[in-house]
């Protein structure tokens, strides 16, 4: 049993599959905090950020999972940026659009109608190297995780199963987060036991475990539950931690504001006398005086 985050790469049933398990529930509560959100919010928020985790967990190189859900729904588009080495970040388009009136029965609730079920499922993977990966499919259900399941057999022709859920309290805060995603392995012949995990696995079994254990367990543990019978060949590779972690630098807003015209650049300095640039994923604000705007209209000047 463990109260912190981390993420688990295992094989299953002399490598017919692999396995990914991640315990997400502190790194979900800290980005829902940063954003302020609650109930349905936070909840389609962590299932994405989960989902980014652990497509971000499949390789053995550094490897950055952008994860774009870009559905019809009132919450807009859904963006998570996960890394191999477990640190994860994201955000809400509209993410006071759904605001949480209810109470939960702690049961996994429904994203269809806040997500919506039209749309598309972006995922860029890069691997550090020239060119990136890039891949689309239609979003179906707006639940996140199957949308994210369907990408990966359908675009990337990977046999999978993937269960996300975070579950909220009735004031709508987080007190869970949880995935697991099983794949076929390249010749492993593994189609008929993803497909046995998959009619295994109904929606609720992941929100049922993790109120079990209170929201209080380890990745393996986690795994093992959700797998029943199968998982006595449960073989763990490697256990890395989870976290939030946003990139975000003051350089790197003052390098937003250098991208913007003269014209708008000479409005801020004459009319405000300073700017302020916020972080979509982290909500970190950075504020540049009427000097310092000066000194970027400058500099970026010559190239007009």
């Not at 929201?215 to 795994?223: F, N, Q, R, S």
């Amino acid at each position: 049993m463990t109260d912190h985050d981390e993420i688990i790469r295992c094989l299953l049933e002399r490598n017919r599959a692999r396995v990914v398990a991640a315990i997400t529930t502190q790194t979900v509560r800290e980005i829902a905090g940063r954003h302020h959100l609650r109930g349905v919010a936070a909840v389609a928020l962590g299932r994405a950020v989960t989902a980014g985790l652990t497509l971000a967990t499949l390789t053995k190189d550094e490897e950055q999972v952008t994860l774009q859900i870009l559905g019809n729904g009132p919450l807009g588009s859904i963006t998570v940026d996960a890394r191999s080495s477990g640190r994860a970040r994201g955000y809400l388009r509209h993410p006071g659009a759904v605001p949480w009136v209810g109470a939960s029965d702690l049961a996994r609730l429904s994203l269809a109608e806040a997500v919506g079920n039209k749309g598309v499922v972006n995922v860029i993977r890069d691997l550090g190297l020239a060119q990136n990966y890039a891949g689309q499919t239609a979003l179906q259900t707006g639940e996140i995780d199957s949308d994210v399941e369907n990408y990966l057999s359908t675009s990337e022709q990977i046999d999978s199963v993937l269960r996300c859920d975070t579950l909220v309290d009735g004031e709508g805060e987080v007190i869970a987060s949880a995935g697991l995603l099983v794949q076929t392995l390249p010749q492993a012949e593994g189609a008929a036991l993803v497909e046995f995990i998959r009619q295994a696995l109904d929606d609720q079994r992941l929100s049922q475990v993790l109120l079990e254990a209170a929201g209080v367990i380890d990745a393996e543990t986690l795994a093992r539950r959700l797998l029943g019978p199968v998982a006595e060949s449960l073989q763990t590779l490697e256990r890395r931690p989870v976290t939030f972690a946003c990139s975000c630098s003051r350089a790197r807003a003052a390098s937003t504001l250098e991208m913007l015209h003269n014209e708008d650049l000479q409005a801020m300095i004459l009319q405000d006398n300073q700017a302020q640039v916020s972080c979509s994923f982290c909500g970190q604000q950075y504020s540049f005086s009427e000097s310092e705007l000066e000194l970027i209209r400058r500099k970026r000047q010559p190239a007009s």
